[in-house]
Structures are given as structure tokens and as C-alpha cells.
């Protein structure tokens, strides 16, 4: 780590000896909305005294004149975060942040994501955000890098999301967005503040045939928070609700294919009637309140039902697991956690303390069936999936000097994953596994001047393999797929240094990281057999450099950039040994990002981006890649409000150049079937309209 840092520490030396020469700070910071952040430390602190690497992302970025098919749509901004898969409904978004995500091709693995601070990750380590509803959301916290101190499993990095608030005047409004490939997403949103209770309320109804053939989704979700202030405190009330009964999956296809027909879908997609179904409802509530001037009081608990059913395209002819290729489930998740946050003196310094319990229970009622040419046949697999995870957390921040600040954590966690097998005809595969881990972490803080702040840290991360993850393999021509496999929990080790700050009147923002992180038994996946994906443990070797910089060119002129350059290795890989030294696939190397706005004060918008993506190995062997790419975007709105009336249309144009490019990369597929190419050239138009109560 030593001759890494010291490689790139030039960098922290010359924005340093910039901002010592920078000008007084104006009235107006380039960031006006980075002064707190809640996911970072479990409780609002200022962005830049935090000891590592975050990333805010506001609702004008996230909502306005965009499509909202996806949430990456405003994730290339952040760098060390590299998301495919936007077009794919039934295999979900593809995130990585520094390369904790990348393994997986379905789901979301190796992060902890948050909506409104429930979680969205279940028990066992696997995120879905089907129920985000981006029509309402006004904010995103990214953690880049590893979080177990405070956020337990499969916290590689943590995304934190935060529905809007009602207004003080309460609104009514109504969205359209129409576009190509009949594109059509209808919305009805409502909020505002009524006595003592604020209360937002959306209604939003999404149709997309896609791109590519058999890739039509519908969807609809109701999503609401209320937030009720109580004489002392105050009660949070969350209600989401899901209706996806079509998500098709035109699979992966090989290389050939993509050039001759970007648009085809693979064969045995289908002939399998590849695709998912699911209906999900969550309720949660949330309750704070100080307890004295230096105590606050923070209780969460809440519920998810899920019922989900898919016909995936596998096929191996190996008894007990020939075509299974019908997977359902019924879920119930479920949690609670308390945290309580101290703010005293220790040996005469400034100090805040934060304890913490939390309890989250997955049981997944989960049967196979076999895959009859796209109908559902016999049973050939049937278990009661349970997951326990408990864990304690305690974080300290110590005021050293008025410029320096120590901030320490760890974080126990106790993870329990249990198969009952009621599928007896090839015997009881029942199975039981428990894990336990300490997560450390220390960062430390040195607010230089009122425009730069140094900060370094050591964190942790661990990460139990998943129940899909734990299937016992196909590959080693077993009849059984019940019970669990050899994959052990991964765990990392990260150091990082940083510089924030700003300068030239505060017109320049910027944020530079390097780190070096390393991995034992990081969970890895290896070929698919029948279009199935197992894993395995390999060490692995990750060093990064992160840069982003926001410039107000002037009062209605910005621009945005972000650079990610990430070495990521195996290191030592016992099963297969020939791949040691070898690139992490799915990750390119280099990713840049621009942007550059206009936004005319009489409501006038123009927003035009830029997105260059390295070319990125597709498998663990490095014999094949998936080509660089430079996708632009333009988007422009205008808004006008006369009375109670505000019309904001807007036109936007993805992939400007029309660039032909991978959506996706099925990491190690089967057969060479690896790519999902991505929409060329497409225009979609919309507009909201908003009328004010009163």
C-alpha cells in the first residue's frame, strides 16, 4: 500500500499548496446541499469532516428531465461506481462500488442499501430496489468502500436513499414520459403539511416493451411516508407497495449475435418463457425523539412480504436438476434495531458517542419446478430458507483539536443461515451454517483550513455468501441442489487517504481518494452450467484512485467531472490457479464522466453528459472483453409557473451518438453468451404538471 499512495500522494500535495493560495470564500458554496450527511455516520454530520469517501446525489439530478428507467441514471457522477444492467427488469441493476457488487449477474451483492433508513438488503446479503420509486426521490447517499463497522454483511459499500418531504404548501401533481420502444410511465404525486403531520404520496405506472426482443416489463408502485411530530419526537410511517407481474429476460448473447442482431434474445430464453413475476408490500415505522439535550433516541421496525416467481432459461439434463428452471418463493423479512447517540465531553474533548442493536429475519418459503418449454411442471425442489442476522455496533468521534477529529468503531455481528429440505426424494439435504465477525474501523479527520480537510482511514468488510450462493453445484453432476456448498465468507481490509475541499471562491468543489483493499476468500463466480451461476472463494488485490470536481463557471453555467481508475486482481485463486494475476472481470479500468448544465433563471434547462467507459474483461480466464464505450446524453426542461399552475415539459436524447455498446456483461456465461446490448439512439419527451393546493 505504501508505494501506491506514495505514487499518487503528489496529487494531495498540489491541491493542498492550491487551497492554501485560494481566495476568501464567497457567499454561495459550490456544494450548497453537502453540509450533512446521515449514512456515513449513522447520525447527520458534516460532509467534510467525515473520514471517507461519500457521495450526495440530489433530486435534480435524480428526477429532472430524465426517464427514470433505472437508478443509475444519475450514478456515473459518482466515481467508484461503475452500474449496468438498467435495461434488464428481471435481472435488476448491476452495482459495483470499488469492485463489491461486480460478481453478480442478478441482484445486487456485496452492498447495503437503505430506503428512508429501512434496509433493503435482506438477511442473507442480497438487494433489490424494485420498490424505489424514483418519481419521489429526493436524495441519495453513496459510502464508498467498506462500512461493516456500522452496517454489518455486505456492506462493500452502502447506498443510502431518501424519499422527498411534503412542501409546507401541499401540491397535487401529474407526470407523463413517453419514449421509443414504447417507453410510457404515468405518475400522481401528492404532499405537503397538514397541522402536525407532513405526508408525501405517489402513484406511478411504468410500461417498456425494450430494446431487445422478450424484454417487456410492466410495473406499478404506490409508495408514501408520513412523518407525524409528536410532543416530544417524532413517528414515521412508510408504506410501499409493488405490481410487477411482467419482467421477460432476453438473456445473454454471444458476441457474433450482438453485431449481427443487437436486438435478438437468446433461444433458450425463449423457448424457456424466461422472466419474473413479483408482488411485494412494506411497512415500517420509524421513531426519534431526544431523551435529555445530549441524548437522542432512534427506533426502527418493519415488515416485507414478497412473492416472487420466475422461468429461467436452464437446461442440463442432470437428474433432480434438469430444467428446474422455475423458481418461486414467498418471503417474509422482517427487523427492528435501536440506536441511541451521545453528545458530551471525554477527558475534556467534544465527543459523540453512537450504540446500536439491530435484528433482521429472512424466511424464504422457496420450491423449484422443472421448465416444460415455458409451463411450470413437477416439483424437484422444495426448502424453508431461514436467515438470522443480529448485531451490535458502537461508533465514537472525538474532537482532538478544533481542526482534528477520531473517529472509531466495531461492530459484532452473529449470522445465522438455516435450509430445511422437504424435498426428500433425494435425500435430507438439510443444512445449518453460523457466522461471527468483529468489524473494525479508525479514521481520522484534519480540517486544514475553511477549504481543504485531509483524511485517512482503515475499514473493514465481510460478507456471507448468499442462499443462491450457498447452491450446492450443478457442475459437480450431483442430483442434489438442496443443503449448502463449501463457499466460505469473504473479508476485506482497506486504507484510504483523502483530500476535500474547495477554492477560487468557492466556485471549485472537489473530493481526490486512493485506496488499497484486500481480500481474502472474496466470493467469486466461476462458469455458468446451464445458465447457472456458482461461486467460489479467491484472494484478490484492489488499489483505486477517485477524482470528482464540481466548477460554477458561472451563476448559471456548471461543470461536472468524475475519474475512477481501479486495479483489481486475483491474487491467490486455489481452485483455479491459472487465473491468479488475472483482472477482476466486469470492471473496467478507466471510467470518466462530464457533465456540463445550463439553468437560465426564467426556468430554461439544458443538460448534455458524457460517459466513457473502459473496455472490461467478461470472464475470470481474461480471453475476452467487452469493448469501450462513449455514451452521451442530452436532456432539456422548461418550467413556468403562473397562479397555482406549474408546467415543466421536457425532451431528452440517451445515447446521442448512437453508440453501439454492452447494457450488460453476463460475467463468465455459458456458451459464450455473455452480452445484452443496450438501446442505440433514443428519444423520449414527458412533462409534470403541479398545482398548488392552496
Known sequence: MTSFLCRTGWLLAALLTLQIHAAEPAATPVFPDEEMSVVASRIAAPLRTVPSAISVIEIEDIQIGRPQLGLDESLGRVPGVFAQNRYNYAQDLRIAVRGFGARANFGIRGLKIYADGIPSTTADGQSGIDDVDLGSLQRMEIVRGPAAALYGSAAGGVIALYTEDGPDTPFLQTAVTLGEDQQRKYQLKSGGQYKRLNYLVSLNDLGYDGFRDNARVESRQFNSKFVYSLDEGELTLIANLVDSPQADDAGGITAAQAAADPTSAQARNLSSNAGEALEQQKLALRYTRSLADNLDLSVRNYYVWRDFEAFLPIGTHIPFVADDGVVEFDRFFYGGGIQLAATNTLFGLANTAIFGLEMDRQEDDRQRFLNNAGDKGALTFDQLEEATSVGFFIRNEMALTDQLTLVLGLRYDDIELKVDDKFLANADQSSELNFEQWSPMAGLSWTVSDQITLYTNYATSFETPTFTELASPARTLSVSLGGFNDVNPQEAQSFEVGVKGDGFDQRLGFELALYEISVEDEITSV????????????????????????????????????????????????????????????????????????????????????????????????SGTSDSAIVANLRLGYSSTRNRWTWSPFVGVNNLADEDYNANVRINGFGGRLFEPAPGRTVYAGFTLDYALR
Do not use: C, K, W
Open 527 to 622: 462458469e455458468d452450467i446451464g445458465n447457472r451461476a456458482f461461486f467460489e472463494n479467491a484472494d484478490t488485490d484492489r488499489r483505486g484512485v477517485e477524482l470528482s470536481a464540481v466548477a460554477n463557471i458561472t451563476e448559471a453555467l456548471q461543470l461536472s467531472l468524475a475519474y475512477t481508475f481501479s486495479d483489481f486482481e486475483f491474487e491467490d485463486f486455489a481452485a483455479s490457479p491459472q487465473f491468479e494475476g488475472n483482472a477482476l472481470p466486469g470492471l473496467p479500468e478507466h471510467q470518466v464522466f462530464a457533465e456540463l448544465s445550463y439553468r437560465h433563471a426564467n426556468g430554461f434547462y439544458a443538460i448534455g453528459d458524457v460517459l466513457y467507459m473502459d473496455e472490461l474483461f467478461v470472464n475470470n480466464a481474461n
